[in-house]
Structure formats: structure tokens, C-alpha cells
């Protein structure tokens, strides 16, 4: 069973109305559509925005649904030059900004009495989906690696220079790390996909619902041929 994970409801209708087979439950207040696509058992679900309903939204999918992989998919704001608006961004590992415990000592980002600073993801779901990519969206540019996540939406210059300063991460979002941090602790492989929205300074224009819808199609294209290669 593959758990396919938006924090918005764009992010997942596509994915929703694609499915075969539906049976929805609904679980700490998030619905739950479980059915096949692509030929491939899945569960696909609206968190809603934020570390924490991503987070428990992956406990769910761990402890009723026995996932053995866990796809987040949606929008992020990019944190380098060469990552533009409708871009994709696969992630190599995720780490929370906001955590700061550096009055014990600890680096920015890094959880008290955690191993690392950030979370692994797996390396062949982001293999196949770079390989999907390229299948369903050719001419969109695909970049891997370090994806920031926090209960922020960046739209400030300076944050956005104090974040790549910090952690030289690829994007930034609002989800991607709690639900590595859940998988992780449940042994769960996981991947974030992300599509870029906007830059996560203040040069957020008036296109952005333009955009985002953009980003959006991108990431469920790419999913939607993800899961019937798996
Ligand atoms: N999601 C899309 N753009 C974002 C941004 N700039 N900051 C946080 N989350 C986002």
C-alpha cells in the first residue's frame, strides 16, 4: 500500500478523481480515500497545512494502513536561483527550520537527542519519480535534494537569505519534514515531491493561484506515473 499525502485539497483531487475501487474513511479528522490507481493499491489523503497535521496524518497511514512507502506531494517556495516557478524539486532529506534548542547547545534545525540534523529519504522512490519526470513532463527542469520545511510561509528576503545560509536547502514548505520525521520513526521509506510556486521572498505576484494550479499539475502527472512504477 502506497500513502500519497497534500496538505491541500488542490493538491489531491486530481489524484482523487483518478482513483478506482474508492472507499474513504475518516481518521483524526482527515479523510482517508483508499482505492487503486495506475493498477497500484493506495491511500491518498488531505492533511491539511502544518508540521503537526502532517505528522499525525502519517502516523494514521503507519497504523491503519501498513504503507510501505509515503509520497508527499504539492507546492514549496524555492531557495535557489536556478529553481524556477513550475520546476520540481525531489527531496534527498528534510529538516525542520524552525527548531531552535540552540540554548542547549544545538545546531539550528536539529531535534534534541536525535540523531541528525535531517531525514533520509529514499533514494529509489526519488530515482523513479526522476525517472517519471521525465517521462510525463519533459520540459520541466527536476532538481534533488535538501527540502526545509516549518510552520511558516516564507515570503521575506531575509529569512529566505538566513534558511540558505543555514541549511542550503532546495525549497521550502510547510509539511515535508514532519512527515520524514514519522516516517523515519516508523521505518517507512518516504519521498516529498514539490513543485515551486513562488520564490519565498516578497516578489509574490498576483499570478499566484496561476501558478500554483501550474505547480500543481506537474507534481500529479509525476505521481500518478510514480505509482504504477513502483
Ligand atoms: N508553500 C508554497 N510556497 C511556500 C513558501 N514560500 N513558504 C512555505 N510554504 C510554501
Same mark, same amino acid.
Given at each position: ?11 489531491? %483531487? ?12 475518516? &481518521?483524526?479528522?482527515?479523510?482517508? *480515500?483508499?482505492?487503486?490507481?495506475? =493498477? ?9 497545512? =502544518? ?5 499525525? *496524518? /502519517? ?8 504503507? %510501505?512507502?509515503?509520497?508527499?506531494? =504539492?507546492?514549496?517556495?524555492?531557495? %535557489?536561483?536556478?529553481?524556477? #516557478? =513550475?520546476? #520540481? ?13 540552540? !540554548? ?6 536539529? #531535534? ?20 517519471? *519526470?521525465?517521462?510525463?513532463?519533459? @520540459?520541466?527542469? /527536476? ?7 516549518? @510552520?511558516?510561509?516564507?515570503?521575506? &528576503? ?6 540558505? &545560509?543555514?541549511?542550503?536547502?532546495? *525549497? /521550502?514548505?510547510?509539511?515535508? !519534514? ?40 506537474? /507534481?500529479?502527472?509525476?505521481? &500518478? ?6
Amino acid at each position: 500500500m502506497i500513502g500519497i499525502i497534500g496538505a491541500m485539497e488542490e493538491e489531491v %483531487n486530481q489524484l482523487k478523481s483518478a482513483m478506482e475501487e474508492v472507499s474513504v474513511e475518516t &481518521k483524526a479528522s482527515m479523510e482517508f *480515500c483508499r482505492g487503486r490507481l495506475s =493498477g497500484k493499491d493506495i491511500v491518498v489523503v488531505r492533511s491539511g497545512i =502544518g508540521k503537526v497535521n502532517a505528522g499525525i *496524518c /502519517t502516523q494514521v497511514l503507519a497504523d491503519f494502513y501498513s504503507v %510501505n512507502a509515503v509520497i508527499n506531494t =504539492g507546492i514549496a517556495g524555492s531557495l %535557489n536561483a536556478q529553481i524556477n #516557478i =513550475g520546476d #520540481i524539486v525531489l527531496s534527498t532529506d528534510v529538516l525542520q527550520h524552525d527548531v531552535d534548542a540552540a !540554548a542547549f547547545g544545538y545546531p539550528a534545525g536539529q #531535534i534534541p537527542r536525535m540523531d541528525s540534523l535531517s531525514f533520509q529519504a529514499d533514494r529509489r522512490l526519488a530515482d523513479c519519480a526522476e525517472e517519471s *519526470c521525465r517521462r510525463v513532463n519533459p @520540459d520541466i527542469k /527536476t532538481f534533488k535534494g535538501r527540502v526545509l520545511s516549518g @510552520d511558516q510561509f516564507v515570503a521575506d &528576503k531575509e529569512k529566505k537569505e538566513w534558511l540558505i &545560509k543555514t541549511f542550503g536547502g532546495l *525549497c /521550502t514548505e510547510m509539511e515535508g !519534514a514532519a512527515i520524514g520525521q514519522a516516517s523515519y520513526l516508523n521505518g517507512i521509506p518516504f519521498l516529498i515531491v514539490r513543485a515551486i510556486s513562488d520564490k519565498a521572498d516578497d516578489s509574490a505576484s498576483m499570478d499566484y493561484p496561476a501558478f500554483e494550479a501550474k505547480a500543481i499539475s506537474h /507534481t500529479v502527472a509525476l505521481v &500518478k506515473d510514480m505509482v504504477g512504477r513502483l
